[in-house]
């Protein structure tokens, strides 16, 4: 008894020392996403959040496929799922993750083995260097940011001049789009908002991005993407 009430204390600490080694987040989004997903990381890929982000990921690949690239950063990149399907396709390709759960970083570092850059951060400080980049995409996530407009201007610096953004994320029309955001306050995944095509248009010009392409995905979701001005 005594033997299992230290194991369960070792095992808490490591837990409380991991997690600790996360700074706190300056937003109660941040913190709600952390959690969330820290709980859901084991099981993600098979929940309906997995499910959705799966297509969104597919329909990607296939506009990546049309791409020539060297290096590509995936902004919340979760259990590595986008990561995982390049890095089988093409192995010269330098890859990148960055997620703010502790949870999904360490599944996705399992999975992917040495084969990806894996951060734990936060897409508003992205720890690369200016023009780092061909190809950032960020699938399933940019919902999630509290100031969009710092994550597309730290994602602009660590493109190269004329990088490609790729957004894929959740979408419905009006007035379901307007029904779903004025529920997302009582939701626990830390969703802040889903954007209109108007909208995400005009946060990337405003960004220095020009858009090339936004299309709808399905029912639930749109994929954009757009290019680096200079
Ligand atoms: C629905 S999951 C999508 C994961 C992955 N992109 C996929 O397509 O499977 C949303 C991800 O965004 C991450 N996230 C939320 N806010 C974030 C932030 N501020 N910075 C980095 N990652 C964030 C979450 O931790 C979670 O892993």
Same mark, same amino acid.
């Given at each position: ?140 996530? /940019? ?42 306050? /009582? ?44």
């Amino acid at each position: 008894m005594q033997v299992r009430t230290a194991n369960r204390s070792a095992a808490s600490e490591g837990r409380e020392a991991a997690r600790s080694a996360v700074p706190r987040s300056d937003d109660p989004h941040k913190e709600r996403s952390k959690s969330y997903f820290d709980k859901l990381a084991e099981r993600y890929d098979l929940s309906y959040a997995g499910r959705h982000s799966a297509h969104l990921v597919e329909v990607v690949l296939t506009w990546l496929s049309q791409e020539s690239f060297d290096s590509l950063l995936d902004v919340g990149c979760g259990t590595g799922n986008l990561l995982a399907a390049i890095s089988e396709t093409d192995e010269t390709v330098r890859l990148s993750g960055i997620d703010i759960s502790l949870g999904m970083v360490s599944t996705a570092k399992r999975r992917l083995d040495g084969m990806a850059d894996l951060r734990v951060g936060d897409s508003e400080k992205l720890p690369w260097a200016e023009g780092a980049f061909d190809v950032v995409v960020t699938t399933d996530s /940019f919902h999630h940011y509290p100031r969009p407009a710092r994550v597309l201007s730290e994602i602009k610096r660590v493109l190269k001049s004329k990088g490609l953004l790729i957004i894929a994320d959740p979408w419905w029309p009006t007035p379901i789009r307007q029904l779903v955001n004025l529920s997302l306050p /009582f939701v626990r995944r830390g969703d802040v908002r889903v954007y209109s095509e108007k909208a995400i248009q005009k946060m990337l010009a405003q960004s220095g991005f020009s858009v090339i392409r936004w299309e709808r995905v399905g029912y639930s979701g749109y994929i954009v993407t757009a290019s680096a001005t200079q």
